[in-house]
C-alpha cells in the first residue's frame, strides 16, 4: 500500500525541501557548468571570476564536428550497438535456460557467470593485447565488441534471468497443457513480460560499452578509436581550449545522459542486475 | 513494485524416469552458447597470464625469454611500487565507496518525501553517474581544480572579492591533495549510483510499519535508527558489494586526472599494471601483479557473494 508516489517519508516542510533542492543543485552543478562553458567564447570560458553570464555561442561545437569527431562516435556507436546485439542474442536463451526450465545446478552457473565480473579487467588486458596483436585484430572495431559483449553478458545473463523469472509458472504449465508449441509459449507468454526486461538490459550494456575506456584506449590507435580516446587526445596545451573541452565531453556524454532520463525507473534494475526492482 | 528479487524456491528436477540424454542436452543447448563465450573469452586470457608470469619477459630485450620460477612473484610482493599501489587501492576503493554510501543515503532519505520538483530533482541527481566518466574526469581536472581559472578557486575568488578581499586563495588541488582530488570526483560519479539503490530499497519499506512506530511514539530518528536501517541492510550491502567491484577497477580517474602522481600518491593497482605493461614493458612483472590481483579479488569475493546469496535465500527479505 504506498502511495502513488512511492515515498514512504513524510510529506517534508519547507526547510527540507530547501535542502533537498540545495544539495541537487550541488551535486548538478559541475554538469551544468560544463554544458554552460561548452557554449562559451574560449576566452569568456577561462576566466577568474568565472563569467556565467557570458554571451553564448555554438562555435565550440561546429569545430569538434570540423576536428572529425564523428568517426569517434560511429566507432562508439558501432561497438555498443553491436556487442549489445551480441550480448542479447547469448543471453536470452541462457536466461531462458536458467529460469523458464532451469538445468540442473544453474545457481552454480549463475555464479560462474557472476564471478567473471570480478576479475579484474586490468589483469586481462596484457594477453588480450598479445593475442589481438598476433591474430592482426588491434585497432579493429571488432576486438572491442567481442571484449565488451564478453563484458556485459555476466550482467545481462543475470538481469534477464531475473525477469524471466517473473513469468508465473501457473501460465507456463497451463500452455503446456493446453498442446502449445515453444513457439507459441515464447511469443504469447514470455515476449510480453520480457520486453520491458530486454529494453532495460540492452540499455545497461550501452551505456556500459559506450563508456568504456581502457580496452578502447590500450588497443585501438587510428581506425577504431571511441569517443572516450578521442576526449583524451583532445586535450592539446595549446592555449585556451576549456570550452571545446566542454563542448566534446558534453556532446559525447548526450547519448547516455538522454537514454538513462529517458529510463530512469529501469536503470536501478539494471545496475543492481535485476536483484532491485 | 520494488522489491527485492526472490529466486524461485530451486525446484529439484524429480528424478522421472530419467531424462534420455537428448532431453537434457537440449535443456541445456540455450545456455551453451552463452557458456562457452564467458568461458573463451575471461578464462583464456587467466591461462595466458599465468604462463607470462612465470616467465623472464621484458619486450626491450627481444629474444631474451626465460623461465623466471616465481620470481616474478617475489617481485610483485617486494617492490615498494606495487606495495604503494596496494594501499592506495584499499584507500581510494574505501573512502570512495564509504563516503558515496552515506552520502547516497542521505539523498535518499530527502528524496523519499513529496516535495515539489521531486521528479526533476531525481533526475538531476543522476546525471553525474551518465556523464562519460572520462570526461567526468577531464572536467573534474580543467574545469573545476585548476589553480587559475577552475570553478573552485573561481567561486571561491568571488566570495573573498564580494567581501572586500581583492584575491581569493589559490589552491593548487589536484597537486596539494592528489588522493583527495581523485576519490572527490568518484565520489560525486557514484553517489548516484548508491542513492538509486538505496532509494529502491526505501520504497519497499512496509508503511504499517512505519505507522506503527509513529503511534508508539518513536522519534523520526528512532524510527530511522531501528525501522529503517534493519530494513535497508540488504540494499546496503548491495551497493557497497557493487560499488566495490566497479571502484577498485577505476583506470580513467587515476589515467587523467593525475597519471598516478605525484610520484606514486595516486598510483591504484590498474594503473600501475598499465604502467609496467605499456611504460615500463616487463610483461612478466606485469602478469604476476595481475594474477596476485585476480586472487585478491577472488578472495574477497567469496566474501562478497555470500552477501549476494542472500539475495537468493528463500526467506522474505528482512
Not at chain 1, 129 to 139: A, H, S
Amino acid at each position: 500500500m504506498r502511495r502513488k508516489d512511492g515515498t514512504t517519508g513524510q510529506r517534508g516542510g519547507p526547510v527540507w525541501t530547501l535542502i533537498a533542492w540545495g544539495a541537487t543543485l550541488l551535486f548538478f552543478a559541475p554538469v551544468g557548468w560544463m554544458v554552460l562553458t561548452s557554449f562559451h567564447r574560449e576566452a569568456d570560458a577561462a576566466t577568474n571570476p568565472p563569467s556565467p553570464l557570458a554571451p553564448l555561442t555554438t562555435s565550440n561545437y561546429a569545430e569538434l564536428f570540423d576536428r572529425d569527431i564523428t568517426p569517434y562516435l560511429l566507432n562508439s556507436a558501432m561497438a555498443s550497438l553491436l556487442s549489445t546485439a551480441l550480448v542479447l542474442a547469448l543471453a536470452v536463451p541462457a536466461a531462458y535456460a536458467l529460469a523458464v526450465k532451469p538445468v540442473r545446478k544453474w545457481t552454480d552457473v549463475m555464479f560462474f557467470f557472476l564471478s567473471t565480473k570480478f576479475l579484474p579487467a586490468i589483469a586481462a588486458l596484457l594477453p588480450i593485447y598479445l593475442i589481438v596483436k598476433e591474430i592482426g585484430m588491434l585497432d579493429n572495431v571488432w576486438t572491442l565488441i567481442v571484449l565488451y559483449t564478453a563484458m556485459n553478458l555476466p550482467l545481462a545473463v543475470w538481469m534477464m534471468r531475473s525477469f524471466l523469472a517473473e513469468v508465473p509458472r501457473e501460465i507456463l504449465e497451463a500452455a503446456e497443457v493446453d498442446g502449445a508449441g515453444l513457439g507459441q509459449v515464447l511469443r504469447k507468454v514470455i515476449a510480453p513480460i520480457a520486453m520491458p526486461g530486454l529494453a532495460a538490459t540492452s540499455l545497461i550494456c550501452i551505456i556500459f560499452s559506450w563508456n568504456e575506456f581502457m580496452f578502447a584506449v590500450n588497443l585501438t590507435a587510428v581506425r577504431a578509436s571511441t569517443a572516450p580516446v578521442f576526449l583524451v587526445g583532445f586535450i592539446s596545451s595549446e592555449g585556451l581550449f576549456l570550452a571545446k573541452l566542454c563542448a566534446a565531453a558534453t556532446l559525447v556524454s548526450l547519448p547516455v545522459l538522454i537514454a538513462g532520463f529517458a529510463a530512469q525507473d529501469k536503470l536501478v534494475r539494471g545496475l543492481s542486475m535485476g536483484a532491485v526492482k | 513494485m520494488t522489491t527485492l528479487t526472490k529466486a524461485p524456491p530451486v525446484r529439484t528436477v524429480r528424478p522421472a524416469p530419467m531424462p534420455s540424454t537428448r532431453v537434457r542436452w537440449l535443456r541445456r543447448a540455450p545456455l551453451l552458447p552463452a557458456l562457452i563465450f564467458t568461458i573463451v573469452v575471461t578464462q583464456i586470457p587467466f591461462l595466458v597470464t599465468l604462463v607470462i608470469s612465470s616467465l623472464n619477459w621484458n619486450i626491450l630485450h627481444p629474444g631474451d625469454r626465460s623461465f623466471a620460477g616465481l620470481s616474478n612473484y617475489q617481485f610483485v610482493f617486494t617492490d615498494a611500487r606495487l606495495r604503494a599501489a596496494v594501499i592506495n587501492t584499499v584507500t581510494m576503493t574505501a573512502s570512495v565507496v564509504i563516503l558515496s554510501v552515506l552520502i547516497g543515503l542521505g539523498l535518499a532519505v530527502l528524496l523519499d518525501r513529496r516535495f515539489p520538483g521531486r521528479g526533476l530533482a531525481r533526475t538531476l541527481l543522476i546525471a553525474p553517474f551518465l556523464v562519460m566518466p572520462v570526461a567526468s574526469a577531464l572536467l573534474w581536472k580543467h574545469a573545476l581544480y585548476n589553480p587559475a581559472y577552475g570553478l573552485f578557486n573561481g567561486v571561491l575568488n568571488a566570495l573573498w572579492q564580494a567581501f572586500g578581499a581583492d584575491h581569493g586563495p589559490t589552491i593548487d588541488w589536484v597537486s596539494d591533495r592528489p588522493m583527495m582530488a581523485v576519490v572527490a570526483a568518484l565520489v560525486w560519479q557514484w553517489t548516484p549510483f548508491m542513492m538509486l539503490i538505496l532509494l529502491a530499497g526505501l520504497s519497499t519499506q512496509p508503511p504499517d510499519v512505519l505507522e506503527a512506530a509513529k503511534i508508539d511514539g518513536a522519534r523520526a530518528l528512532q524510527t530511522f535508527r531501528f525501522v529503517t536501517v534493519p530494513h535497508l541492510r540488504q540494499y546496503l550491502e548491495l551497493s557497497v558489494l557493487l560499488g566495490s567491484i566497479y571502484v577498485l577497477q577505476t583506470f580513467d580517474a587515476v589515467f587523467t586526472i593525475t597519471q598516478g602522481g605525484p610520484g606514486t600518491a595516486t598510483t591504484n593497482l590498474p594503473y600501475e599494471i598499465y604502467l609496467t605493461t605499456f611504460r615500463k614493458y616487463e610483461y612478466g612483472q606485469a602478469a604476476a601483479a595481475g594474477v596476485v590481483v585476480v586472487i585478491g579479488t577472488i578472495i574477497v569475493a567469496t566474501f562478497a557473494l555470500r552477501v549476494v546469496s542472500s539475495l537468493f535465500s528463500k526467506e522474505s527479505p528482512r
